[in-house]
């Protein structure tokens, strides 16, 4: 075929077909990709996870000094009752100081209320210090086990290999003594 | 090695419509030819496919008793241990099947390095086996979460974890792995529908694996080329019941272990119950990934050591280009061999770093032996294939046999025709 075309014809027709070759071929690709999303977007949280997003929690019996973990979205929360002395501790720290710079103001709606998701941020154990007789580590916040990341009683990482502060969910006061987290 | 024949009707009834008696004929069959000197080293392959046989026999059987759900996982698995027909027996040979495993696999990988096994032109052959480790070692990472122990889920935990550190994309990632917020429910679903999936993914790959293999035949402990007929014997039945010999003495071995020591190679913080919100003191993967635990744990920074950890697996997919030394197998690299021998041993010390906290002496060990372990595969084997110079190759596997009559009638050239 191609030898008994001109040269005109077969440069045209080879334009048209490769046109529709890469056209075809686009179109399967859109269409593929399109049935794909659904399947990989079902992997993504379910709307009965997500609608678990919110945690109430009544602070009134946690006296100052002392911490208690709650469960929100299947992870531990810390919640802390900061003594003057630990918020004093906190705001003290020039932020020069820090891995990861935030002031403690930056972190608390109340100073006297530290709350923070109790998950490491380097490769997600629940550091230790929310029981009394466990090590609190250098900074005197929490100290996560596997690794050795030290944070301090803002919850901000201080020594070791977590590149993060505990963060802080969203949350609100919704009393004095009542929050919502979520 | 001729045609293959058969007396039977019936066989050749089926024969003439499908081909299928002459095709395992030629695979493992007298018409498929194999070099005459294979060690025991070569039993390794045959015996990684009859544990992934075993594997899939009793993990189907499982999961007929077991639930896939955070409240009933565990207590299902003590009650396969406990109430189920021999579900003891049948949970031993899958939980000790996957260690055993990665043993036959280590045994066969170190093989093909120490003989040169992935060089031209076995290169695809041996990429592809890296593929099945890969496969394997996502098989049993989801597997050992399936128990919902402590470590099945804090293992979970922090390897999921492993990919927060893309940049940019990582939290998405990690929350669509987990399909939520930690590793939960939905979790361990999809890890029990993909651990049932993968292994007969490795089936089909393994497929690939014996093509690839069939397209030059084994390679063999002289690492140089079969030259004729007289170099060959036929797979049936030399092989077919040398590798006979080798699953029963496998069996002794894993047999011992399943019925005298079940729990020697697990973690027995895995028979307590799965706390989200409490970890373990000491998180340690089983003893087939502590290799590659320490390799992540030796680099202080989180993205460059979950780098370096995929990393120590992608130098063995370019392995065929970093080696150019000509020769294949390590009997005539007299320099090479005392670096294999350095190396396995750099694995074994990778795998006691592993296995310790990353403290102290144990941290500065890790890191010195991962330093090695890229060392070896990214300058040394590069090097040693321009500087080394090796032994003389004898010119056919008969001649060291037969004190230089090796050159028989046919020895001279004329190559085997492919079966």
């Known amino acids: ?182 | 090695m001729s045609e293959f024949q058969t007396n039977s009707r019936v066989i050749k009834w089926i024969e003439h419509r499908m081909p299928v008696f002459s095709f395992l004929d030629h695979s493992v069959g007298r018409s498929f030819p194999a070099p005459k000197n294979l060690s025991y080293l070569w039993n390794f392959g045959s015996l990684a496919g009859l544990v992934l046989v075993i594997m899939i026999v009793t993990g189907i059987v499982l999961a007929m008793q077991y639930t896939a759900h955070v409240d009933y996982a565990f207590n299902s698995v003590e009650r396969i241990m406990r109430d189920v027909n021999y579900g003891w027996l049948i949970r031993y040979i899958h939980m000790n099947g996957a260690s055993f495993f990665f043993i036959v696999v280590y045994i066969h990988i170190f093989r093909g390095l120490y003989y040169g096994s992935y060089k031209a032109p076995r290169e695809l052959l041996w990429m592809i086996g890296v593929v099945i480790l890969l496969l394997m070692m996502a098989t049993a990472f989801m597997g050992y979460v399936l128990p919902w122990g402590q470590m099945s889920f804090w293992g979970a935990k922090v390897i999921t974890n492993l990919f927060s550190a893309v940049p940019f994309f990582g939290e998405g990632i990690v929350t669509w792995l987990w399909g939520g917020f930690t590793v939960d429910n939905p979790t361990l679903n999809r890890f029990f529908s993909l651990h049932y999936l993968l292994p007969f993914i490795i089936v089909a790959v393994v497929v690939l694996h014996i093509w690839a293999l069939h397209q030059f035949g084994s390679n063999n402990p002289l690492g140089i080329d079969t030259k004729g007929p007289q170099d060959k014997i036929p797979f049936h039945p030399y092989y077919t019941v040398k590798d006979a010999f080798g699953v029963g003495v496998f069996l002794i071995f894993f047999a011992a272990m399943v019925f005298y020591a079940p729990n020697y190679m697990g973690d027995p913080v895995n028979y307590v119950q799965a706390d989200p919100l409490a970890t373990p003191a000491h998180i340690v993967p089983e003893w087939y990934f502590l290799p590659f635990y320490a390799i992540l744990r030796a680099i202080p920074d989180k993205l460059l050591g979950v780098i370096a950890m995929f990393g120590s697996i992608a130098v063995l997919f370019i392995l065929p280009w970093l080696d150019r030394s000509p020769v294949k197998s390590g009997r005539f690299r007299p320099i090479f061999r005392i670096f294999f021998v350095l190396l396995v041993i750099d694995t074994v010390v990778l795998g006691f770093a592993g296995a310790n906290p990353p403290e102290g002496t144990w941290l500065l060990v890790g890191q010195i032996a991962t330093a090695w372990y890229f060392l070896h595969f990214l300058i040394i084997l590069p090097l040693l294939g321009v500087f080394e110079r090796p032994k003389p190759l004898p010119t056919s596997i008969s001649e060291p046999v037969l004190k230089g009559g090796g050159s028989m009638a046919g020895a001279t050239t004329t190559p085997m025709e492919k079966a």
Request: hydrophobic fraction near 35%; glycine fraction near 10%.
């Open chain 1, 1 to 182: 075929m191609a030898d008994t075309a001109t040269p005109a014809q077969a440069g045209s027709g080879e334009t048209r077909r490769d046109f529709l070759y890469l056209a075809a071929g686009a179109m399967g690709a859109v269409g593929v990709g399109a049935v794909a999303w659904p399947l990989i977007d079902s992997m993504n949280p379910s709307a009965e996870v997500l609608a678990l997003a919110s945690t109430e929690v009544d602070l009134s019996p946690i006296e100052v000094g002392q911490r208690i973990t709650v469960t929100w979205r299947g992870n531990p929360v810390f919640i802390d009752h900061r003594t003057q002395e630990q918020i004093q501790q906190a705001e003290a720290v020039p932020l020069d100081d820090l891995p990861d710079p935030q002031a403690d103001d930056a972190r608390v709606q109340q100073p006297e209320w530290l709350i923070v998701i109790g998950v490491c941020t380097h490769l997600g154990c629940v550091p230790l210090g929310q029981k009394t007789g466990q090590s609190r580590g250098e900074f005197g916040g929490w100290f996560c086990p596997c690794h050795g990341s030290h944070y301090d009683t803002s919850g901000r990482i201080r020594k070791g290999p977590a590149p993060l502060n505990l963060p802080v969910p969203p949350y609100e006061f919704t009393g004095d003594t009542s929050i919502v987290i979520g």
